[in-house]
């Protein structure tokens, strides 16, 4: 009779659990599909109300006279660039670490703790991006080439000039060409290779000694990846040196506050907390044996 109604307990509390974790984790992934379409409105300038600020220039502005030239590293490479080594290097570091302690339930569980709170760190770091590059209003190098302003229709001298109008077909690149700081690009893949660098440190380098020597190689590589989109901005004439750096700023602390505000991915107790894998002299001994 005890040994039903542990049963029954037992039950209703796994039935509880699993009914608030579908929850949860609905709730998660709505606010982040929310959040996401958000950024996207924002970066496609689809949101009126945060259209970028119309600031204005000088007729003798060098720094607006670069031509217009195709991207070099368009917004499907930088996503590529930026998580598609992070999250392939992340689902087998976990599989090796957690393989023979954890259950399928619960190393999906983890991969998409970890996975989840990049991307959620992600956008928040677009939004901020998006939001700075709308209240700002930089003009892009390539200004004068996309907005081709009237210049006849304007007191063209010395004095600066905000009655302008642009002659330039294509409205969409005219609007974009007023988001040049900070870069969007080098914020996105310095966030991604930020998280990388700091995930491979944490989870294998203090890990495993053997791949302290595989750690640097593949760091320095995914740091130089970030340069070169950066790099690549500025030949393309889309941005400033200044415009990138703040971008790769803000990718980099983003990535820190995530991962630093997110202990559970990476305290040991904490991981575990959820699934409970072996007993004690087990872990020991899978510890000694990747240690040694």
């Known amino acids: 009779m005890e040994t039903n109604k542990h049963n029954i307990v037992e039950k209703l509390q796994k039935e509880t659990t699993l009914r608030s974790t579908v929850v949860k984790v609905v709730i998660e992934v709505g606010l982040y599909v929310i959040l996401a379409t958000f950024d996207v409105l924002l970066a496609y300038n689809k949101v009126d109300f945060f259209l970028p600020f119309r600031r204005g220039f000088f007729c003798s502005d060098l720094n607006l006279m670069f031509p217009y030239k195709d991207l070099s590293v368009k917004e499907s490479h930088v996503i590529l660039i930026s998580f598609l080594p992070t999250t392939s290097i992340i689902f087998i570091t976990e599989i090796l670490r957690n393989g023979r302690r ?146 790769a700023t803000v990718g980099i602390i983003f990535a820190i506050i995530t991962i630093y505000s997110s202990s559970v991915l990476f305290t040991e107790k904490r991981t575990y907390t959820h699934c409970a894998a072996v007993n004690s002299e087990e872990e020991r001994q899978f510890t000694m044996e990747n240690e040694t």
Not at 139 to 158: E, G, I, K, W
Not at 225 to 247: E, K, T
Request: glycine share 6%; aromatic share 16%; charged share 15%.
């Open 102 to 247: 954890l259950k399928k339930y619960c190393y999906i569980q983890l991969y998409y703790r970890i996975i989840g709170t990049m991307m959620f760190g992600f956008s928040l770091c677009i939004l901020f991006v998006e939001l700075t590059k709308s209240c700002v209003g930089s003009l892009r190098p390539y200004f004068f080439a996309v907005c081709q302003p009237n210049m006849t229709l304007t007191n063209c001298t010395d004095h600066y000039i905000t009655d302008y109008v642009c002659r330039g077909v294509d409205g969409a690149a005219i609007i974009d060409a007023r988001k040049s700081f900070p870069s969007g690009h080098a914020a996105s893949v310095w966030y991604g290779v930020t998280f990388l660098v700091i995930y491979m440190h944490l989870r294998i380098y203090r890990r495993w000694k053997r791949s302290r020597a595989f750690c640097p190689i593949i760091q320095t590589l995914a740091a130089a990846s970030a340069l070169y989109v950066g790099v690549s901005r500025i030949q393309d004439n889309a941005h400033r040196p200044v415009d990138i750096f703040a971008g």
